[in-house]
């Protein structure tokens, strides 16, 4: 059984700042890619940011410049900063990781509102 506990979402003011973190526990072998990605209403669920266990990343263009994403493999957390939030960023996120198997887990989403 494979955990992910998210946290850090919420409302905040469009230019403010939010960080998510998602913790990974359980049974997970060796995490290969760990990413955040998030999803309007009604809409598809789309990669925001990725980050590999080598620390290769990549992010959406939506986001670059703006959100960074991070990981500490000691602790199996990935963290993403969001700097400058627009309205369009409202979204629930959800924290996406793989491990070494290639089983892909998910965390069960938090709400980030981002008001004008």
């Known amino acids: 059984q494979v955990q992910l506990v998210e946290s850090g979402g919420g409302l905040v003011q469009a230019g403010g700042s939010l960080r998510l973190s998602c913790a990974a526990s359980g049974s997970i072998f060796s995490i290969n890619a760990m990413g955040w990605y998030r999803q309007a209403s009604g809409k598809q669920r789309e990669l925001v940011a990725r980050?590999?266990?080598?620390?290769?990343?990549n992010y959406a263009d939506s986001v670059k410049g703006r959100f960074t994403i991070s990981r500490d493999n000691a602790k199996n957390t990935v963290y993403l900063q969001m700097n400058s939030l627009k309205p369009e960023d409202t979204r629930v996120y959800y924290c996406?990781?793989?491990?070494?198997?290639?089983?892909?887990?998910w965390g069960q989403g938090t709400q980030v509102t981002v008001s004008s």
């Open positions: 980050i590999t266990s080598g620390g290769s990343t």
């Open positions: 996406n990781v793989v491990d070494r198997y290639y089983d892909v887990y």
